[in-house]
């Protein structure tokens, strides 16, 4: 299975850390936000990685390289200043995606979850995705989907927040043409046709969307 870090977006709220250096870039304990993620697929048996950059992007190749250090093989995609959003960003490396389902995770999260479960899992022949969910974490208490034996909702009682890990397949982005476009609009269409499967995960994440959040992560870690 391969997989795509999402890794092009600007970090407003991190600002000035990233001013200068990309989100996914920033050093957290002994190594780089996006490095936990690489090093976690490389255990799970994932190793061909895409990686998708915007903001600041001319950073990424030089520091991560061709990924043989970490023992995998990465792959760039490059994205114009401002990016695509999340969807944009996906369907634009499609391509190099290849016609399997492929494994999706923000480049701004820290997880102690088990990629190689994902890398099992086999999508039934009416399910165009499958999502890993989370505990709301206090800034975002609403949290964003529901579960309903398994098939994901949007909205409802009990909602859970997207923790930014899925399985999609890629007709799950047919006939979109290569744009600015985020991911939810695309969730909620296929949630209506119950082609959308999840899970709970109840283990370590982190979102570090600011730097609070960030020096909260350092802390856990040390």
Known sequence: MRAMILAAGKGERLRPLTDHTPKPLLQVGQHRLIEYLIHNLAAAGIDDIIINYAHLGEQFEPILGDGARYGVNITYSPEATGGLETAGGIINALPLLGKQPFL?????????????????????ADTLAHLVLVNNPPHHPHGDFSLDDSIMQNGGKNCFTYSGIGIYHPDFFADQPISRLPLRPLLNEA???QQVYGEIYSGKWFDIGTVER????????Q
């Open 214 to 221: 960030l020096d909260d992560l350092v802390k856990q870690l």
């Open 191 to 193: 949630m209506t046709k």
């Open 104 to 124: 999706v995770v923000n480049g701004d999260i820290w997880t102690d979850y088990p990629f190689e479960k994902l890398s099992q899992l086999s999508l039934a």
